[in-house]
């Protein structure tokens, strides 16, 4: 057995001889790291040992129905598709300290009566788990827990218990005898992951690997461990408030745009039904700069409050903050208000946030955006039954959103009265009794609800 001593790239797993300052591949800085690796001098022999695979025809291969596991965890299942699937290999990232180990236990709890659950712990003794479990409430009788970082030794005592689910907490302190690097390197992630991933589908058992965060907010390690395993989930919410949002990056089995959300305690992590009531809770009356909009996280429907904030600036270059939301596209709206209203905010500090830390990507949060950045300007509160959605372009026109009447008919659940969407598409025709449909093809109708009230 022979070693060799290459450098890595932590972002897209290149190969170099020697260090180098930049990537040449994915063009990244500082991201080469030494690697050792043990190579194996193969034989004819062993090459020709090799099992070969026969193709098959595509009109005879036969449908696999996914075999789902649900973990009792309603917020948990809506982001998996529906409960783990038999053999896959699900990732759960998050920043430290975010609820991983707390939500894992838990899981814990809720399928250690039914099923045979190992628990591997690499950064926690068995004693921290008991307290853990003991705070939470758990005590499943179908539990074993493993604090081992060799996965050698994983393996073994997995074959000793034969689990139906098993949990790495986490990838990055595993270690294998095949690489002579340190844990938590790239060769180290790799060789582990590649161990655990060929056992649990060889096997049909659900594997969940917890992956630490590096300090950029992307998962630690090479980027070759996201493509291997079968559903990546990032768990996301800040330290200083109560909720906590997962969402999945990935699922070869589910959709990725559905998320589940959490409130932590001290009891645990309980799962919210329904975000928007949590989301609007402490909104205020009577203030400029807020205003209400429907969103679809997957086929949940969340309204979200828009809260922007506009004071002259006192430097020749005005600062632009945005907080949940895309900064490009808050530039590409504030461009378009000073063009097409006039407004005058080029020398203007402009701050956007979204209330309660959630992430809007789709642009049928414009028209919410752009009311709360004209109502801050003018200093006009946007009254408190009004919601407004829809996308605008760069003629200041409003486009059509998807699932227009879906998202009415939440509003509406929760008080809004006045509705305004976009006229083109199907917005002129949803049906509510009692609501009041504002049609708009312009940003100028957004002025006029604002000044006016109509």
Request: proline letters at 4%; glycine letters at 10%; charged letters at 25%.
């Amino acid at each position: 057995m022979k070693t060799k001593t290459v450098y890595v790239c932590s972002e897209c797993d290149w190969q170099s001889p020697k260090w180098m300052g930049r990537c040449p591949q994915c063009g990244s800085w500082n991201t080469f790291t030494e690697e050792t690796f043990a190579k194996k001098v193969s034989s004819p022999t062993s090459a020709s040992a090799v099992r070969k695979e026969s193709a098959v025809q595509f009109s005879e291969m036969e449908n696999s129905d996914c075999e789902r596991t649900s973990t009792r965890i309603g917020e948990l299942d809506r982001v998996l598709g529906g409960g783990l699937v038999t053999g896959s290999v699900v990732l759960l990232a998050g920043e430290p300290g975010i609820g991983k180990s707390t939500l894992l236990m838990q899981l814990c709890g809720k399928m250690g009566d039914d099923l045979r659950l190992l628990y591997v712990s690499g950064e926690e003794s068995k004693g921290q788990l008991k307290i853990r479990a003991d705070r939470l409430g758990v005590s499943p009788s179908e539990l074993f827990v493993l604090t081992e970082t060799a996965v050698e030794t994983v393996i073994s005592e997995y074959e000793k218990c034969r689990p139906d689910v098993v949990i790495i907490d986490s990838i990055q302190t595993m270690n294998s005898e095949r690489s002579g690097s340190t844990a938590g390197s790239i060769a180290q992630v790799r060789e582990c992951s590649a161990l655990i991933m060929s056992r649990a589908k060889a096997d049909g058992v659900s594997v969940i690997l917890v992956g630490h965060v590096n300090k950029e907010g992307g998962i630690a390690g090479p980027k070759v461990l996201e493509h291997m395993v079968d559903a990546v989930l990032c768990f996301e919410g800040e330290r200083t408030q109560s909720h906590r949002i997962i969402r999945a990056v990935k699922n070869r089995y589910g959709s990725t745009n559905e998320i589940g959300v959490f409130e932590m305690t001290d009891k645990g992590l309980i799962e919210v039904a329904n975000p928007s009531e949590m989301l609007l809770s402490g909104r205020p009356d009577g203030v400029s700069g807020s205003c209400a909009v429907c969103v679809l996280e997957g086929t949940r429907p969340i309204v979200a409050e828009i809260q922007a904030l506009v004071a002259p600036s006192a430097y020749p270059s005005p600062k632009r903050t945005a907080d949940g939301l895309d900064y490009n596209r808050m530039c590409l709206l504030l461009a378009v208000l000073e063009k097409r209203l006039g407004i005058r905010l080029s020398t203007c500090d402009v701050y956007l946030n979204v209330v309660g830390g959630l992430r809007i990507d789709e642009p049928a949060v414009d028209a919410a955006v752009a009311m709360a950045i004209m109502s801050s300007v003018k200093d006009i509160p946007v009254p408190r039954d009004l919601i407004v959605m829809g996308e605008i372009g760069l003629s200041g026109e409003f486009r059509a959103v998807s699932s227009a009447q879906q998202r009415a008919s939440e509003a509406y659940r929760l008080g809004f009265t006045r509705i305004a969407v976009p006229k083109r598409g199907k917005g002129s025709e949803i049906k509510l009794d009692g609501a009041e449909i504002i049609p708009m093809n312009s940003i100028y109708n957004e002025l006029l609800l604002l000044t006016e009230g109509k």
